[in-house]
């Protein structure tokens, strides 16, 4: 009885900006790590960028500098900054939680429906 409802993808330049955000509702007890992954055809699905609970980040190589996670812990909520985009940087990108459901539930990996974001002139 979780769900994770993401929003802000889209159709963006070469060198703009978008800003994910997924949320997460439900019997949610806790969340630890929170991360974004992305798909493009033909390639497997990668971690872009994660952080923990108490803020520590983690980035892909090819991201570092231009993509910016953070975490609202009050509202459930993960982010993903992306600025300096580039035609590489298109694919669904998915948002995933670690959480722990209440009611004596166990740590699970959940995962949003996943947003479309297209780098193109």
């Known amino acids: 009885q979780v769900q994770l409802v993401e929003s802000g993808g889209g159709l963006v330049q070469p060198g703009g900006s978008l800003r994910l955000s997924c949320a997460a509702s439900g019997r949610i007890f806790s969340i630890n790590d929170m991360g974004w992954y992305r798909q493009a055809p033909g390639h497997e699905r990668e971690l872009v960028a994660s952080i923990t609970r108490s803020g520590s980040t983690n980035y892909a190589d090819s991201v570092k500098g231009r993509f910016t996670i953070s975490r609202d812990n009050a509202k459930n909520t993960v982010y993903l900054q992306m600025n300096s985009l580039k035609p590489d940087d298109t694919a669904v990108y998915y948002c995933?939680?670690?959480?722990?459901?209440?009611?004596?539930?166990?740590?699970?990996?959940?995962w949003g429906q996943g947003t479309q974001v297209t780098v193109s002139s």
């Open positions: 995933n939680a670690e959480i722990t459901t209440r009611f004596g539930g166990r740590m699970n990996e959940y």
